[in-house]
């Protein structure tokens, strides 16, 4: 069973990576994945943006089948290009302010406090995203090797506000100015990889 692109013939499947339902007549793509309930495989719907972010090895051989205009196939690839260039990347799910103070950033290892700023991350495997540990906003830049781009920040399970938005923003790039000390930049380097853009097996 091939992965394809298509326009869902109905409103009812979700994006396997925000949550989110894919509207009738969007189109989306079909992963093909080994079945968690039956021999051979599935189709694991996503969003476009969704998959460019979070499947880009898998979205990239059938986006040409897309029937999207050439600038947004372009910004599509871009966005599956930077995630297999930086795979921590393809760990991101949301930018969110915290519930409590009780969480550790991933990167620092410090505590992020309530109501700051901060990004969700979340792996693929067996056909699943699973929640991983938040870091903070002025960790991004040096715990994903680049500044996420706003595109990956406005997927459709995004509930802040543009405002909000620009204020993750500005943190990471006031982060991304500090130095990072040598035992950071060790603790990151020893972290293992999920690669979550490539397929299950």
Partial sequence: MPSVIERASSGRAKCRACGHAIARGQERFGEALPSAYAEGESLFWFHLPCAACSRPESLLPVLAQSEASPEEREQLEQLAQEGVAQLRLCRLARAERATTGRARCRHCRELIEQGEL?????????????????????????????????????????????????????????????PISPGLAKAGAEEPEHESSRKSS
């Fill in 118 to 178: 901060r990004l969700a991350l979340q792996i693929f495997e067996e056909g699943r995203f699973t929640p991983i540990g938040t870091i903070h906003a002025a960790c991004a830049v040096h715990y994903f090797g680049v500044e996420p781009s706003m595109q990956r920040l406005s997927l459709p399970n995004n509930e802040l506000s543009a405002e909000q938005l620009g204020e993750v923003i500005a943190g990471m790039r006031d982060g991304a100015a500090r």
